[in-house]
T-cell receptor, first 113, second 115 residues
């Protein structure tokens, strides 16, 4: 079975500052990794995904993440956040060959002026 | 990109009644759809996998007689919450995988409130 840990439940940051949201996973098999964003009372939107290839993945809205196999991490970063980035962010994994996503507990990113 | 819709977006019902939530893939076919439940400020918990033409697969601890799932066509799955109680109040989200089966497209969610 897979598990995903998002250690930070809330991350406050000032506008235009950089941010990193941490994600670690555990799995006995190979996995694909995803970051989703959820705005209040909405569904999830895919930010980026890692399937294979370059470990640095760029996504929408200026976000990027780096897959680190040795540390089993997939941290999300943005060099300069905006107020509009305030949302809940979920890290998720799916085992290769599978079709069920396993989600982390989420990180609430709050961008302040 | 692919679009998944849900209807209704919110519903209020009385305890003991049943509520049906629809999940549609608008521009692609989905032989599989997933139903999630999300409590306030919590993560998504997979409830069941909806399979077109066959029975749904429920996750451990989910009452299949209470949460009825029907995958009527390649673009429609429905979740019926039977004999709803206040503890069933939650945000229900569906998703459908793309052709690779790895990326999932999520519906906007349905807020159910049982009074």
């Amino acid at each position: 079975a897979q598990s995903v840990t998002q250690l930070d439940s809330q991350v406050p940051v000032f506008e235009e500052a950089p941010v990193e949201l941490r994600c670690n996973y555990s799995s006995s098999v190979s996995v694909y990794l995803f970051w989703y964003v959820q705005y209040p009372n909405q569904g999830l939107q895919l930010l980026l995904k890692y399937l294979s290839g370059s470990t640095l993945v760029k996504g929408i809205n200026g976000f990027e993440a780096e897959f680190n196999k040795s540390q089993t991490s997939f941290h999300l970063r943005k060099p300069s956040v905006h107020i509009s980035d305030t949302a809940e962010y979920f890290c998720a994994v799916i085992k290769t060959g599978g079709n069920k996503l396993t989600f982390g507990t989420g990180t609430q990113l709050k961008v302040e002026l | 990109g692919a679009v998944v819709s849900q209807h209704p977006s919110w519903v209020i019902c009385k305890s003991g009644t049943s509520v049906k939530i629809e999940c549609r893939s608008l521009d692609f076919q989905a032989t599989t759809m997933f139903w999630y439940r999300q409590f306030p400020k919590q993560s998504l918990m997979l409830m069941a996998t909806s399979n077109e033409g066959s029975k749904a697969t429920y996750e451990q601890g989910v009452e299949k007689d209470k949460f009825l799932i029907n995958h009527a066509s390649l673009t429609l799955s429905t979740l019926t919450v039977t004999s709803a109680h206040p503890e069933d109040s939650s945000f229900y989200i569906c998703s459908a995988p793309d052709s690779s089966a790895y990326e999932q497209y999520f519906g906007p969610g349905t807020r159910l409130t049982v009074t």
